[in-house]
């Protein structure tokens, strides 16, 4: 059996957390994992009637707290590798990538809806280098709100000008970012390689 489908990507609840999911955390990860897929738990079920914003901060600081950064190499001997929800957790480590991940799945558990929320890539300014975030946006008429990794605290995409966007992405497709601003985006294709394979691996339960 999956450990984790793509059906409970989409709709993490209690029936989702049962003692064979854990024990099987506890099998992979170790006994000691077993508080923090309980506190990812408690999280998603606590967030029900929430408005969106709150549920944003909560996950946003879920996996900023938990999960620490660690590059690709470092963490998994590979130069380009996208974990899934249940290997950050269990490893207490990732990338921005794997942080953007872990929140865009936990905030669709939360009832956040997908069509709101996209991966965007962009260029770290301040250290001239690739980076992955989360954004939000309420309406496609509205400045996005940014979830990193490296700033914790929610801020609108007009207010960091240390990030250049590039392209973003979700479930429902692929857009390129135009020169103004991070929620100025258009439709390209249908998604990406490592979406893709991401999707995959989560439906073989790892």
Same mark, same amino acid.
């Given at each position: ?56 901060? =909560? ?24 974990? !899934? ?20 799945? !936990? ?37 996005? =709100? ?16 240390? =990030? ?19 929620? *100025? ?11 893709? *394979?991401?999707? !995959? ?6």
């Amino acid at each position: 059996m999956s450990l984790f489908s793509a059906a409970c990507v989409a709709s993490l609840n209690a029936e989702f957390f049962t003692a064979e999911f854990f024990n099987r955390i506890a099998q992979q990860y170790g006994q000691n994992k077993i508080d923090d897929f309980k506190d990812w738990q408690s999280l998603i079920e606590d967030a029900e009637g929430l408005d969106d914003y709150s549920k944003l901060n =909560l996950a946003n600081q879920f996996a900023n707290r938990h999960i620490k950064y660690q590059t690709d190499t470092q963490h998994w001997d590979k130069s380009d590798y996208w974990a !899934t929800p249940i290997e950050s957790l269990g490893s207490g480590a990732g990338d921005c990538e794997d942080y953007a991940i872990f929140k865009y799945f !936990t905030l669709k558990a939360m009832g956040v809806d997908e069509s709101k929320m996209r991966l965007m890539y962009v260029r770290a300014l301040t250290i001239d280098e690739p980076h992955m975030v989360l954004i939000y946006f309420e309406t496609p008429r509205d400045i996005p =709100l940014v979830l990193d990794n490296y700033i914790t605290k929610i801020k609108p995409a007009s207010q960091r000008k240390d =990030l250049k966007p590039i392209y973003s992405f979700n479930g429902q497709g692929l857009w390129l970012a135009k020169a103004r601003g991070l929620g *100025n985006t258009k439709p390209n294709s249908s998604g990406t390689k490592d979406w893709t *394979n991401l999707m !995959t691996r989560i439906e073989q339960g790892q």
